[in-house]
C-alpha cells in the first residue's frame, strides 16, 4: 500500500502562486508515475501533470506553460509549482501514485479569487 498526503492548498488572488506538494510513504520503492489531477464542482476529474521517476512529465492543456511539477524520489515527494493563477484553476487537487496499481491522496482545495 502506498499513502499520499496533500499540503499547500488555500486561497490566491488571480495572477498569484502555490505550491503543491505530496508526500509518499509506505511500499514507495515500487512508485513510477506521480502527480496531479484536479476536479472542480460538477466537472469530471482531469490531468494536472504527471513525472515519473525518470523525470519525463506530462501537462494537461489547460496548465501548460504555467504550472511546474517535479519530484525528489529522495523524499518520495512530488510538487506542483502553480503560477499565473486564474480563476478556473479553483479546485480540488489530487495527489497521484502508480506502482501496479493508483493511490490517491485526500486532495487539498484550491480556491483563485477575480
Known amino acids: 500500500q502506498v499513502q499520499l498526503v496533500e499540503s499547500g492548498g488555500g486561497l490566491v488572488q488571480t495572477g498569484g502562486s502555490l505550491r503543491l506538494s505530496c508526500a509518499a510513504s509506505g511500499r514507495v520503492f515500487s512508485i513510477n508515475t506521480m502527480g496531479w489531477y484536479r476536479q472542480a464542482p460538477g466537472k469530471q476529474r482531469e490531468l494536472v501533470a504527471t513525472i515519473t521517476s525518470g523525470g519525463s512529465t506530462n501537462y494537461g492543456d489547460s496548465v501548460k506553460g504555467r504550472f511546474t511539477v517535479s519530484r525528489d524520489n529522495a523524499k518520495n515527494t512530488v510538487y506542483l509549482q502553480m503560477n499565473s493563477l486564474k480563476p478556473e484553476d479553483t479546485a480540488v487537487y489530487y495527489c497521484?501514485?502508480?506502482?501496479?496499481?493508483?493511490?490517491w491522496g485526500q486532495g487539498t482545495q484550491v480556491t483563485v479569487s477575480s
Open positions: 497521484y501514485a502508480s506502482n501496479f496499481r493508483g493511490y
